[in-house]
């Protein structure tokens, strides 16, 4: 318990600067877990798009683009490797299921959009603007 409390102190000489000791755990690093956040985002909707084109084997090939679309994210984000629970069965039919994808869809685009503005490495940024303005560009075209 000594050890312990005597690696938090810090040093009352003004000359040494004042730092987290060995003991403690390294900064994280926030475009790190925007990272990681934004990949659980496109994970989800990934398991909704797959769970769609299980339900509804008619809309397979009008999924597969966007699945493509959402795997490629994933990767250039750095992936996501923890499972996502599929989401509950949809109920209502093909209708209903491409509303609730749309606005699943919606949600991400605009998520990606207020991540891009958040990140503090304009290299994360302009990842994260140009993912969010493919969603856009999904979205845009008439299903």
């Known amino acids: 318990m000594t050890g312990l409390a005597a690696g938090a102190c810090t040093s009352d000489d003004p000359d040494e600067p004042s730092s987290p000791t060995a003991t403690s755990a390294p900064p994280v690093d926030a475009d790190q877990e925007l990272a990681t956040s934004v990949a659980i985002d496109i994970s989800v909707v990934g398991v909704l798009v797959d769970s769609l084109a299980r339900d ?36 209502g039919g ?26 503090e490495s304009g290299t994360l940024a302009k990842l994260l603007a140009s993912m969010s303005a493919a969603v856009a560009q999904h979205l845009a075209v008439p299903q």
């Open 56 to 91: 509804f084997p008619a809309l397979r090939s009008e999924l597969r683009p966007l699945r493509r679309l959402h795997a490629a994210h994933l990767e250039a984000i750095g992936g996501f490797d923890d499972g996502i629970p599929a989401p509950a069965p949809i109920a």
């Open 94 to 119: 093909r209708a209903e299921a491409r509303r609730e994808l749309r606005r699943s869809e919606q949600r991400l685009q605009k998520e990606l959009a207020a991540a891009a503005v958040r990140a």
